[in-house]
């Protein structure tokens, strides 16, 4: 483990202290490589401390291997003596740090439960000690559990379906209570299926496409009528930056990307932008518990943040085909490690 290093106040004229748990992982590291890259406003001088634990979703490589305004800490995000000797000097926190896939959950749900909802506990103690001024805890439209029409609003009961999405709105609660009890300046966002570039291909776009450019057949749930709404991770991001500088306190911010998909929709375009067929399709036994559509209402990021999606959909997809294509040295390690979840015999294939 790396030794945390004493790190002085913004005021000090170093520019503003991020901390990013997670940030080793898909979504957390599109943040970080934007942000070093000044792709957010008034982040040109923002330095960031990346607390990762490098499990099999977590990839050092997908961070720059040295950058002036970067940090790296492998540890823990359960670990309480780290993140008290962490904390002190940052001025904000950014909380990607999770299990993320639904199936390892239905198999396993215990390290969902320490990680998702022990370790944001853990979190968020330290910061009230560290007296950090700001945090933004990353969820999930799983934590409303599944809607037959309409779309859900931040105000939606929490009604979850899988273990995973279970432990995310337990690490809801978990933040809001803090905001509540301690004062600390907690926003809480929740954003639709994400996909693009970097993403471990465990999850359905990477996994589909991984295993159609190794010549491998897709398995596909059900009948494929499960419905997500996509939303490119580079989207998400913008509006996690407009949340970490403009977000309320105590609030909730939905995080939609407006392109409602089935799971057969998904699979016939990706057979298309990877010159296959319908031969390549395995219909698999359904998942226990599978939530049938999810649908975002996020009206209120749109209007009190002046946050909007600026990738389409049709034009992301066919990017992040060509990123893994282009990229074969990034995920077939990824993909044929001993404990990678979706070989054949458990494929699971979707988020």
């Given at each position: 483990m790396?030794?945390?290093?004493?790190?002085p106040?913004?005021?000090?004229?170093?520019?503003r202290?991020?901390?990013?748990?997670?940030g080793?992982?898909?979504i957390?590291?599109?943040?970080?490589?934007t942000?070093?890259?000044d792709g957010?406003a008034?982040?040109?001088?923002?330095r960031?401390?990346?607390?990762?634990k490098?499990?099999?979703?977590?990839?050092?490589?997908?961070?720059p291997?040295?950058?002036?305004?970067?940090?790296?800490v492998?540890?823990d995000?359960?670990d309480?003596?780290?993140?008290?000797?962490?904390?002190?000097?940052?001025?904000?926190?950014?909380?990607?740090?999770a299990?993320?896939?639904?199936?390892?959950?239905?198999?396993?749900?215990?390290?969902f439960?320490r990680?998702?909802?022990?370790?944001?506990?853990?979190?968020?103690?330290?910061?009230?000690?560290?007296g950090?001024?700001?945090?933004?805890?990353?969820?999930?439209?799983?934590?409303?559990?599944?809607?037959?029409?309409?779309?859900?609003?931040?105000?939606?009961?929490?009604?979850?379906?899988?273990?995973?999405?279970?432990s995310?709105a337990?690490?809801?609660?978990?933040?809001?209570?803090?905001?509540?009890?301690?004062?600390?300046?907690?926003?809480?966002?929740?954003?639709?299926?994400?996909y693009?570039?970097?993403?471990?291909?465990?999850?359905?776009?990477?996994?589909?496409?991984?295993n159609?450019?190794?010549?491998?057949?897709?398995?596909?749930?059900?009948?494929?009528r499960?419905?997500?709404?996509?939303?490119?991770?580079?989207?998400?991001?913008r509006?996690l930056?407009?949340?970490?500088?403009?977000?309320?306190a105590?609030?909730?911010?939905?995080?939609?990307?407006?392109?409602?998909?089935?799971?057969?929709?998904?699979t016939?375009?990706?057979?298309a932008?990877?010159?296959?067929?319908?031969?390549?399709?395995?219909?698999?036994?359904?998942?226990?518990?599978?939530?049938?559509?999810?649908?975002?209402?996020d009206?209120k990021?749109?209007e009190?943040l002046?946050?909007?999606?600026?990738v389409?959909?049709?034009?992301?997809?066919?990017?992040?085909?060509?990123?893994?294509?282009?990229?074969?040295g990034?995920?077939k390690p990824?993909?044929h490690?001993?404990?990678?979840?979706?070989?054949?015999?458990?494929?699971?294939?979707?988020p």
């Amino acid at each position: 483990m790396n030794a945390p290093r004493p790190r002085p106040r913004a005021s000090q004229g170093v520019g503003r202290r991020l901390l990013v748990t997670g940030g080793a992982g898909f979504i957390g590291s599109h943040f970080v490589r934007t942000l070093l890259a000044d792709g957010y406003a008034g982040h040109e001088e923002t330095r960031v401390t990346v607390l990762d634990k490098l499990t099999y979703a977590g990839n050092r490589d997908n961070l720059p291997a040295a950058h002036p305004r970067l940090d790296f800490v492998h540890g823990d995000v359960c670990d309480r003596r780290l993140l008290h000797d962490l904390l002190p000097g940052h001025d904000a926190v950014l909380h990607f740090a999770a299990e993320s896939h639904v199936d390892r959950s239905v198999h396993s749900a215990a390290d969902f439960v320490r990680t998702n909802v022990a370790g944001t506990q853990t979190l968020l103690d330290a910061c009230v000690a560290a007296g950090v001024e700001r945090v933004v805890h990353v969820s999930t439209d799983e934590v409303y559990g599944s809607i037959e029409t309409g779309a859900w609003t931040e105000e939606w009961p929490l009604l979850p379906n899988s273990p995973y999405a279970a432990s995310k709105a337990s690490s809801d609660l978990i933040a809001r209570s803090y905001w509540r009890t301690h004062g600390l300046h907690v926003s809480i966002t929740r954003c639709s299926n994400n996909y693009g570039p970097h993403q471990h291909p465990e999850k359905l776009i990477p996994l589909f496409v991984t295993n159609l450019l190794e010549g491998r057949p897709v398995p596909l749930y059900g009948d494929g009528r499960n419905v997500r709404e996509w939303l490119h991770v580079d989207d998400h991001c913008r509006a996690l930056a407009l949340v970490l500088d403009r977000g309320g306190a105590g609030e909730v911010y939905n995080v939609g990307g407006g392109d409602e998909r089935t799971n057969a929709e998904i699979t016939r375009r990706l057979l298309a932008l990877c010159g296959a067929d319908a031969a390549m399709v395995r219909h698999v036994a359904d998942r226990k518990g599978h939530d049938l559509r999810y649908a975002l209402d996020d009206t209120k990021i749109r209007e009190r943040l002046g946050y909007a999606p600026r990738v389409p959909f049709e034009e992301g997809l066919a990017a992040t085909v060509a990123w893994y294509r282009d990229n074969p040295g990034w995920w077939k390690p990824a993909k044929h490690r001993s404990d990678y979840f979706g070989r054949p015999g458990r494929e699971g294939n979707t988020p």
